[in-house]
């Protein structure tokens, strides 16, 4: 079954770009019947979606975020990337990748990874 | 952009009670693309009802879902030592995604 890791940067710079990848074993990144996204949880509060790709070719993004976001697939490595810049200390959490049937739930996460942004 | 209310904050129970979940949204959901996870500490979501009342795959039949519009709930008939954690919602809405900010079920 499909299975998601998340990389590991740990601790990023304030005003740094924050950038994670999120492997996908076990299937193709490419299926036409998923999308694909980053979402993250800030220490002791709630989950928070920060994009989706979908294998249609369309990506979305949390408003709040869009101005700082890019997420990106590679299929020849079958990742997903996040890009997250001009990081401050409200952007610490725990990242999470996620396969998302939109519409439907996401049913496949991955372990989550936690970021640090810390001078 | 459609905000989920979720109610209440705690819910403190015992083994073998029933819980009863709510989701309140600020406009209709379309079509129902409303979900529910549970979240243990530690761990990644666990997708348990999609499509408001169908059971993800592996959901124990105790967890069910019902609502349509702007009012959802997630009931768990009896629950079990495992049940107990923080309970989301999450809608689909246009081009953009949005969570509750959960409800938490502990043992009383």
């Known amino acids: 079954q499909v299975q998601l890791r998340e990389s590991a940067p740990g601790q990023v710079k304030p005003s740094q770009t924050l950038s994670l990848t999120c492997t996908v074993s076990?299937?193709?990144?490419?299926?036409?019947?998923?999308?694909w996204g980053w979402l993250r949880q800030p220490p002791g509060k709630g989950l928070e979606w920060i994009g989706s790709?979908?294998?249609?070719?369309?990506?979305y993004y949390n408003p709040s975020l869009k101005s700082r976001v890019t997420i990106s697939v590679d299929t020849s490595q079958n990742q997903l990337s996040l890009k997250l810049s001009s990081v401050t200390a409200a952007d610490t959490a725990v990242y999470y990748c996620a396969k998302d049937a939109w519409g439907y739930g996401m049913d496949v996460w991955g372990q989550g990874t936690t970021v640090t942004v810390s001078s | 952009e459609i905000v989920l209310t979720q109610s209440p904050g705690t819910l403190s129970l015992s083994p073998g009670e029933r819980a009863t979940l709510s989701c309140r949204a600020s406009q209709s959901v379309s079509s129902s693309y409303l979900a529910w996870y549970q979240q243990k500490p530690g761990q990644a979501p666990r997708l348990l009802i999609y499509g408001a009342s169908s059971r993800a795959t592996g959901i124990p039949g105790r967890f069910s879902g019902s609502g349509s519009g702007t009012d959802f709930t997630l009931t768990i008939s009896r629950l079990e030592p495992e049940d107990f954690a923080v309970y989301y919602c999450?809608?689909?809405?246009?081009?953009?995604?949005?969570f509750g900010g959960g409800t938490k079920v502990e043992i009383k």
């Open positions: 999450q809608q689909y809405g246009s081009s953009l995604l949005t």
């Open positions: 790709f979908c294998s249609s070719g369309s990506t």
């Open positions: 076990g299937g193709s990144i490419s299926s036409s019947a998923y999308c």
